[in-house]
Nanobody, 126 residues
Framework: QVQLVESGGGLVQAGGSLRLSCAAS????????VGWFRQAPGKEREFVAR????????DYADSVKGRFTISRDNAKNTVYLQMDSLKPEDTAVYYC???????????????????WGRGTQVTVSS
């Protein structure tokens, strides 16, 4: 069984920072692509960031580029999302997702991730 657990969410003021963690069990993250998605109230879930399992290559949504940083610690089987300069529009439930092998083409599409965490709430006040 593959299980992902997000943590690190909370309530912060605009301009503040949070670091989210995604800890995995039943899987070795070194072999997986890991992504972060978020879902704001009343909106569809959207892609935030992803990191390639084998390399340091990262990808970000335009809305968070330059403010968020995804990183990986394979020894701890954990992926992080450092969120700086937070804005009220970043308020959402943030989900960790993992996929592969076998690897897919578009990891901005949530449908290619078979494993998901339950989410952690991030609230940014204005």
């Amino acid at each position: 069984q593959v299980q992902l657990v997000e943590s690190g969410g909370g309530l912060v003021q605009a301009g503040g920072s949070l670091r989210l963690s995604c800890a995995a069990s039943g899987v070795t993250f070194a072999s997986y692509v890991v992504g972060w998605f978020r879902q704001a109230p009343g909106k569809e879930r959207e892609f935030v960031a992803r990191i390639r399992w084998s390399e340091t290559y990262t990808d970000y949504a335009d809305s968070v580029k330059g403010r968020f940083t995804i990183s990986r610690d394979n020894a701890k089987n954990t992926v992080y999302l450092q969120m700086d300069s937070l804005k009220p529009e970043d308020t959402a439930v943030y989900y960790c997702a993992a996929g592969g092998p076998p690897y897919q083409t578009n990891y901005r599409d949530e449908r290619v991730f078979p494993h998901w965490g339950r989410g952690t709430q991030v609230t940014v006040s204005s």
